[in-house]
C-alpha cells in the first residue's frame, strides 16, 4: 500500500511538473509574442503614423496656359490632391460600398474580414482582400519604405499600425487620405487626377454612374478603366451600385437612373487602333505639346527631377491656347496641302520609297507692353507623337534673306537712308583663301542704280553684299549678335544668310523692330508656385531687356520692311501680307536650291516667325513656287488673320527724332506719293530741275583785223552743290547668269 501511495505521489507530482513547464512554456511563448508584438507596435506607430501625419504624396507639377487651362503635367504619378469637403458624398460612397461597407463602424480591422481571407487562403493557396481602408492607406504609406511583399508578419503589421492609425487620426482624415492616396489606372492616383484622366472634369462634377465607375477600377485597375477594357469597368460600375444599393446608399430610383448612363458617351479619351490616333489633347496631358516639353526642359534645367515630378509646382506660362490652336491647324493644312500637291514627285520619296512629309515650324511672341517676349504660340512640328524633335527651337538653318533687315539696319545706322543709291551690278570679291566670290541675284538680273528701299522689297542680294562691304562685317555682326542672333560668318556671304539661327532665335530678333530697338528674351514661363503656393519664379525677376539698336533705326528699317508686305507698281517679295489691312513688316527668306523657305514679321501685337523645308535638307523643289513669299508667308498671313481678330489696328510708335517726307521710293528723290521715314537731318533735299540753258546769240560775222568782233558766250557758272538728276531704275531685263555659287543664298 505504502509503495503505491509512493508511486501515485510521484506520478503527481510528474504531471505538476509537467503542467508547470507547460505554463512556464506558454507564458515564454505568450511574453515573447507580446513583446514582439509590443516592438512591432512601436516599431511601425512611430514610423508609419508619423509618415502619415507628414505625409505628402508624390504630386507631379502642373503646367497651365495664360488662361489658366490645364495643358500639361510633370509626374511620375498622376495625381491631383484634393480635400474631402469637396468630394462629393456620393463619391465617397461609392468607394466606401465597394472597398469597405462598415468604414465608419471598425476599428482599423475587421476580423470577419481576415478569417475569411486566410481561409481562402488555405483552401486555394492564393490571396484576395479582406483589408480595411484603413488597412490600404497604411499599406500605401509603408509600400514606401518596403515595398510590396505579401507576407504573414507584414499582414500583421498592417492589422495592429491600423489599429494605432485609428486612434491616432479621425475617420474623415483617413478617407482623405485613401481617396488622394488610390491607384485607379493609367497612371492616375487618387479621385481627382483620375476624373480628369477619364472623364475630363473634376470629381467634383461627377455624376453617380461616373464615381461607380471610377469606384470600380480599385480592383484591378489597369484592366478594369474604361479606357482599356469597357466591358469590365461596365460591370464593375454596375456591381458597385448593387452594393451601394443594398448598404442604404442610394434608393432604387438613383440605382435604376444611374445604370441607364452611358459609360462611354463620357470617356473622354477611346481607345484606338493606332496610339497616335488618340484624342490627348482632351485629356490636357499633350496640349500644345512642343511647347510643354520646352518648359520641361527649362524648369529641369532650374529644379531638382525630385522638385519637379513629386513636389506639386504651379507652373503658369506663356501660352495662348487660341493662338496655339490656330497656328497649329494652318501649319498642319498647308503642310498637308503641299505634300498632296507633290505626291507623286520620286525626289520626296525616302529610302524605303516612302513620301517624305514637309515639315515646317511657327513660333509667335507677343509685342504688346504689358507681355513683350511672352511666347504665344510655338508648334515645332506636324506631329509631337511621331517626330518629338522641336524644329523651333533645336533646327538651326540658314535664313537666307530674312537676314537682310539686320544688313540694312546696320546700314542705316551708318549713315544710309531709304533713299540711298546702291547699283546692283555685278559685283566680285576675293575671299581670304584666294578664290574669287561672285553673288548673284535670284533669276540673275540686275535693275542698276535703286534705292535701299527699293532693293529690300524686291530682295536683291547684290545690293545686300553692297551695303555689308560699305558698312563692313564686323559692324553687321555686331548687329546680329546685339539682336540675339549667334554668328561666326566672317566673310561677305553673311549679308545672304549664311550662318544659321533658329525659328525662335530669329522670331527674337525680328521682335526689336516693333519694339523700339529693345530685345525682350523669349519668355515660357510667367510664374512658379509650390504646393504651399509660395512664389518660385517671377520672370519678370528674370527679364533682361537690352537695346540692341537705336530706336530711330529700328524704326527707318521697320518702315521699308513695311514697304515688303505692300504691292504697288510691282510686287515685293512679301505682298500677299498686304490682306491683313493693318499696319505690318516683314521678310521672306529662300536659301540655295530652296531648302529653305522663311517668313518673319510682326505686327504692333504680335511678332511670327515661320519656315518650311525637309529635315534632311533636301530642296523643296525649284523655281519661284518654292519660295519664302510662296510656302512660308501665306502660312504666316493666315495664323496673323486669326490671331488678330477682335484686335483694333494699331500703328506702331514713332520714336522722337524721325521726320518724314513724300518719296518717290524707286528713285529716292523728295516729290513723290510715297511717305518716307528719315532720321532728322539726313533726309535728301528737294528735286530742283536743273536750269533750261543760256541762249547762244546767233555768231556775226567777224570784221576785217578783228573789229568789231563780238564776244564769245560766257560759260554757266558751276553749282557749289550739283544736284543729281534722279535717277531710274534700270529695267529688269533678263540676261545669261552662272548658277548661285554655293554659298549665296538666293533671294526670296
Known sequence: MTDQNSTESKHSHGCLGIFVVFILIVGAVWGISLAYFMWLINDTRHNVTQALADFRPKVGSRVYSSDGQVIGEFSIEERQLVRLSDIPLHVQKAFIATEDALFYEHRGVRPDAILNSVLYMVQTGNTRGGSTITQQVVRNVEDLEVGLERTYKRKLREALVAMQVERDFTKDEILELYLNQTFLGISAYGVEAASFQYFGK?????????????????????????????????????????????NGFISQQEHDAAVQEDMMASIVTRKSEKPEEMDYSLRGRFRAPYFVEEVRRFILSKYESQQVFEDGLEIYTTIDMRLQEIAERVLLKALEDFDKRHSKSRSRLDKEGNQMPVSGALVCIDNRPAYRGQVRAMVGGRDFLKEKYNTVTQARRQPGSSIKPFIWAAGVASGMTPSTIVVDAPFSRRTPAGVWWTPKNFGGNFSGAVPIRYALELSINIVSVKIANQVGTSLVRSYLQRCGIPTDVEGLTIALGSGEVTPLTHCVAYTVFPNEGMR???????????????????????????????????????????????????????????????????????????????????????????????????????????????????????????????????????????EFFNINRRTGTKGGDYREAYI?????????PPPPPTPVPEQTPAAPDGAGQAPSPAAPAASATPTPAPVAPAPLVPAPAAPPAATTPPSG
Open 202 to 246: 473634376s470629381c467634383k462634377d461627377l455624376t453617380l454612374g461616373e464615381a461607380a465607375t471610377l469606384a470600380g477600377t480599385c480592383r484591378w485597375p489597369n484592366t478594369n478603366n474604361p479606357i482599356n477594357n469597357p466591358k469590365n469597368a461596365l460591370s464593375r460600375r454596375n456591381t458597385v451600385l448593387q452594393q451601394m444599393l443594398e
Open 520 to 658: 525682350y528674351d523669349a519668355a515660357l514661363i510667367t510664374d512658379i508656385r509650390d504646393a504651399d503656393g509660395i512664389q518660385r519664379y517671377n520672370y519678370h525677376d528674370y527679364t533682361r531687356p537690352e537695346q540692341a539698336m537705336d530706336p530711330k533705326v529700328a524704326y527707318v528699317t521697320l518702315s521699308m520692311l513695311q514697304g515688303v508686305c505692300k504691292p504697288g507698281s510691282y510686287h515685293p517679295t512679301g505682298w500677299r501680307a498686304h490682306v491683313l489691312e493693318r499696319p505690318v513688316g516683314g521678310k521672306t527668306g529662300t536659301t540655295n536650291e530652296s531648302r529653305d523657305a522663311w517668313f518673319c514679321g510682326f505686327s504692333a501685337d504680335y511678332t511670327c516667325a515661320v519656315w518650311v523645308g525637309y529635315r534632311d535638307n533636301r530642296t523643296l523643289g525649284s523655281g519661284g513656287d518654292y519660295t519664302g513669299g510662296r510656302l512660308a508667308c501665306p502660312i504666316w498671313v493666315d495664323f496673323m488673320r486669326e490671331a488678330h481678330e477682335g484686335l483694333p489696328a494699331k500703328d506702331f510708335e514713332v520714336p522722337p527724332g524721325i
Open 680 to 688: 532728322a537731318g539726313t533726309a535728301p533735299p528737294a528735286y530742283k
